[in-house]
């Protein structure tokens, strides 16, 4: 059963919980010291700020919270695998996955405010408890009395206006705190991650993102986009066809030749978003994908976090990408600066190093044939190199907020592959893209 807790709306209660969060965790760590004092130890500050007990109290405030509050959780658990120090990683990268539910009260108020306090005269029925909870709304199944069978994604009150002070607020609270590494400058990834989350509190710019996704697929068979219901579409709203379907992951335990469809399938469609399009669904959460087995579809769903892309990064992504199977290093530590992984001012030291993470970050692409994601230690050895760069080279930098969204998306692609289990040929799959850089 789904926990319920009330959203916090006001900026003032939230500011209260983020407050009582700090305090709890400066109270544990007092007691933690003595503890430990007693029993003859003498432990760091990172000892007693880091302990499960911390990190768990972390998660489960921002999970209440939701909104940027868990946003930020989310995102530092899944850029910040190498930057956080632990169990905090581990125990953020929960936030990812659940939230707490919005009370049936709460959910109303919400709909009357969106559609006023006859909507339910609309409706056939509407299921209160929710299919899904996350950090800007809930999702929950209704039928209308005109027969349509809908997905309704309902924003948590109050989310939209505390989007900057919460990001400020919890920031803050982990400079205090010394979460995270003295040579990191968050700053320019707090202000992109407040322009996003505006960008997704906007249900209406969802809903037009889900019809440009649907015009590009056309009558592409193997791919389904859920289509809006205008009529009961708000800022705070999205209403859209319910479309059934399995848990993507399911498909580990399908046969090789489905499972390599799906896969080829997938990859397809994120170089056509990247490549063809330049628009792009940012978020890799496996929830995002569900199968249709009796029609062989793959379904997308959450589109708040579609990105457009500057065509002149895409240009430079490519030439990296070309630079490196090519393995010529000064092309590639050229191309790593477009793109803004470097800096003139960079030592030739840390060059070397980026351009190394550059040639490790490419293999499945320069591997001529199948590409085995089952099999792979790629992250691993990926995340290791990183860990290396920060402790050698002081921490370096952040790359552009495009190529953290993207990395992103690569990164979820690659765990699903690896999930699946599947053999994809990458540098067939790529060479057409390739082959148009100027």
Not at 308 to 327: C, E, K, N, W, Y
Request: glycine share 8%; net charge negative; charged share 25%.
């Amino acid at each position: 059963m789904q926990l319920q807790r009330p959203v916090p709306a006001s900026r003032f209660s939230r500011l209260v919980q983020l407050g009582r969060l700090g305090s709890g965790i400066a109270g544990a760590v007092v007691g933690e010291g003595l503890r430990q004092i007693s029993n003859g130890n003498r432990p760091t500050a990172a000892d007693l700020l880091l302990t499960p007990a911390n990190a768990h109290r972390l998660a489960n405030h921002l999970s209440e919270m939701r909104g940027a509050a868990m946003k930020i959780g989310q995102l530092l658990s899944m850029e910040g695998g190498d930057i956080l120090p632990d169990p905090l990683p581990n125990i953020l990268s929960r936030l990812r996955d659940q939230a707490h539910a919005m009370p049936l009260g709460q959910v109303a108020d919400v709909l009357d405010s969106a559609w006023g306090a006859d909507w339910k005269g609309k409706f056939r029925r509407f299921h209160f408890t929710p299919i899904a909870a996350a950090s800007i709304g809930q999702v929950h199944e209704a039928e209308t009395k005109d027969g349509r069978h809908l997905a309704i994604k309902i924003q948590y009150p109050g989310i939209a206006r505390s989007i900057d002070s919460d990001l400020n607020n919890v920031a803050g609270l982990f400079r205090m705190f010394r979460l995270l590494p003295p040579g990191l400058d968050i700053e320019p990834l707090l202000e992109e991650a407040k322009r996003q989350l505006h960008a997704e509190a906007d249900y209406l710019a969802e809903a037009q993102h889900l019809r440009s996704y649907a015009s590009y697929l056309g009558s592409q068979p193997g791919l389904r986009v859920p289509a809006v219901a205008d009529d009961l579409t708000t800022q705070t709203v999205l209403a859209m066809e319910y479309v059934a379907g399995e848990p993507i992951e399911m498909l580990a335990s399908a046969p090789r030749d489905k499972r390599q469809d799906v896969a080829v399938r997938l990859t397809e469609l994120a170089l056509c978003e990247l490549f063809d399009w330049r628009l792009m669904q940012t978020d890799p959460n496996f929830a995002n994908f569900r199968y249709r087995a009796e029609e062989d579809e793959v379904v997308l769903l959450d589109f708040g976090a579609t990105r457009r892309f500057d065509p002149a990064l895409i240009a430079a992504f490519q030439t990296l990408i070309g630079a490196s199977l090519g393995g010529d290093e000064n092309a590639i530590e050229h191309a790593a600066m477009d793109v803004g992984y470097l800096a003139p001012e960079d030592a030739p030291v840390y060059r070397r190093a980026v351009v190394d993470m550059v040639s490790i970050a490419a293999e499945p692409v320069r591997l001529v044939g199948p590409y085995d994601f089952g099999a792979s230690d790629l992250s691993e050895r990926l995340s290791q190199h990183v860990v290396g760069m920060r402790i050698e080279h002081d921490f370096g930098r952040l790359p552009p907020p495009d190529m953290l969204y993207l990395h992103r998306k690569l990164g979820g692609l690659y765990l699903l592959l690896k999930r699946l289990n599947a053999k994809v040929s990458i540098s067939d799959l790529i060479a057409p893209y390739l082959s148009r850089r100027q």
